[in-house]
């Protein structure tokens, strides 16, 4: 499962577990409640979780299954989601190195796939096609991801404009992907399922603000492919100082409301 291939040579979250679990807010209660309606999850069947980083996902919906196996090419992600998981006391998860593509019958047969901001690191139409044949006959797939980078951001948020402008300047105008840069997909994720057996997806939208301040903005950054902390090398002081003296411009106080749009893709295998 541990294939080492171009896409995991980029290391994409290298360092940066510690920042993830605690900075990554996760997803909304809305949207657990409605995966778990609209797939009437009785805590039979398993989940497979792909690219699962800490387990925002795979813990939150570890109840509602017998087991749950959690996939990444990330092994600080896995190592910090069994203490994540242990610290709430769920014990029916397997971590698993591993990229999604190589999601076959070996893992064993799901009842529920799930990419928690993960679908579009992956080779879309392969996994996709793979997931089809390891899923129960009244299997499901769900995509969820929101719109709260910097790179996006349709609110137009001066803060987030600033942070952008600051991680730049030190980094370079080309957004980076770990040790490569970021290709944008090719098609949207849901014309891309549709094509694909599982066909027509359901779309589900939720608008909510998120408060944050100077710490969890820095934190968050860390976060991501694209401004990892060791990014900045001995620069990082001088980084974290300039953006903070931008933010305070924008607000004294340094308090933030991010706008945030989680949406996700629900499809049954028919």
């Known amino acids: 499962m541990a294939r080492e291939n171009a896409k995991s040579n980029r290391e994409l979250f290298k360092g940066a577990a510690q920042y993830y679990a ?3 807010k996760g997803y909304p209660k809305g ?10 999850l009785d805590g039979k069947g398993r989940l497979l979780d792909l690219g699962c980083g800490t387990g925002q996902i795979a813990i ?14 990330d092994k ?15 014990k029916n998860i397997k971590w698993i190195l591993g990229n999604a593509e190589d999601a076959s019958k070996g893992l064993g047969i799901f009842r529920l796939a799930v ?6 690191w992956v080779e879309q139409k392969r996994t996709l096609a793979k997931l089809y044949e390891i899923l129960d006959k009244d299997g499901g797939l769900v995509i969820v991801g929101g719109s709260s980078s910097i790179w996006r951001n349709p609110e137009k948020e001066p803060w987030k404009e600033r942070c952008k402008e600051v991680v730049q300047k030190y980094l370079g ?3 980076r992907a770990g040790n490569s840069y970021y290709v944008e ?13 599982f066909g027509n997806p359901e779309k589900w939208t939720y608008n909510h603000e998120r408060k944050k301040n100077i710490d969890d903005i820095i934190g968050l950054l860390y976060t991501t492919s694209f401004a990892q ?24 106080r340094g308090e933030f409301t991010e706008k945030v749009k989680t949406e996700a893709l629900l499809a049954h295998k028919f």
């Open 22 to 24: 605690r900075f990554r």
């Open 173 to 175: 105008e080309k957004r």
């Open 60 to 73: 939150p919906l570890a109840p509602y299954f017998e087991e749950v196996v959690g996939l990444d090419i």
């Open 76 to 90: 600080d992600m896995l190592e910090e989601a069994g203490k994540q998981a242990v610290s709430k006391g769920i």
């Open 185 to 197: 997909p090719k098609g949207k994720f849901e014309d891309i399922v549709a094509a694909s057996k």
């Open 229 to 252: 902390r060791r990014f900045f090398g001995g620069r990082v002081g001088d980084f974290e100082r300039e953006l903070r003296n931008e933010l305070l411009k924008i607000n004294p």
């Open 31 to 40: 949207f657990f409640e409605y995966v778990i309606k609209y797939f009437q």
């Open 115 to 120: 990419f928690g901001a993960s679908f579009h």
